[in-house]
C-alpha cells in the first residue's frame, strides 16, 4: 500500500480525464473505456494501449485512490478524537483519586482550621 502522501501525489497529477493509473518507472495515466463490447485503456496521451488481464494487477482506479485519501484524513480526525477523549477520561481518575480540596466548604471570617 502506498503511503498518504504518494496517493496524494498521484491524485494531484491526474490529467484531466484520467480513471486509472500505473506505476512503473514513472506514473502513467489511462482512460478506462470500452470498444466493440471490450474494456480498453487509453493512454492520457490518446494512444490506444491493449492489456491483458494477467497485467491488470499493476491498474489502480483513480477513484478508490480519492477514496483512501479521504479515509485516511477521516481516520486522523478520529483519533485526535479519542485521544482527547482519554486524556478527558485519564485526568477524571485522577481527579477522583486525589482528595477534592476544592470541594470543602471554604472557612468563614474568622473560621481557623
Known amino acids: 500500500?502506498?503511503?498518504?502522501?504518494e496517493l496524494k501525489a498521484i491524485w494531484d497529477g491526474k490529467p484531466e480525464g484520467a480513471t486509472h493509473f500505473i506505476k512503473?518507472?514513472?506514473y502513467k495515466y489511462w482512460k478506462l473505456t470500452y470498444m466493440n463490447g471490450y474494456q480498453a485503456f487509453i493512454e492520457t496521451t490518446g494512444n490506444w494501449i491493449n492489456v491483458m488481464p494477467g497485467k491488470l494487477y499493476s491498474?489502480?482506479?483513480?477513484?478508490?485512490?480519492?477514496t483512501i485519501i479521504r479515509l485516511?484524513?477521516?481516520?486522523?480526525?478520529?483519533?485526535e478524537i479519542v485521544s482527547e477523549f482519554v486524556s478527558l477520561v485519564e485526568k477524571a481518575e485522577l481527579e477522583a483519586?486525589?482528595?477534592?480540596?476544592?470541594?470543602k466548604k471554604p472557612l468563614a471570617k474568622g473560621e481557623s482550621k
Do not use: G
Not at 1 to 5: F, I, Q, Y
Not at 60 to 66: A, K, V
Open 1 to 5: 500500500m502506498s503511503s498518504t502522501k
Open 72 to 79: 485516511q484524513a477521516e481516520n486522523v480526525e478520529l483519533l
Open 24 to 26: 512503473n518507472s514513472e
Open 59 to 66: 491498474i489502480r482506479s483513480l477513484s478508490d485512490i480519492e
Open 97 to 103: 483519586l486525589t482528595p477534592a480540596t476544592s470541594l
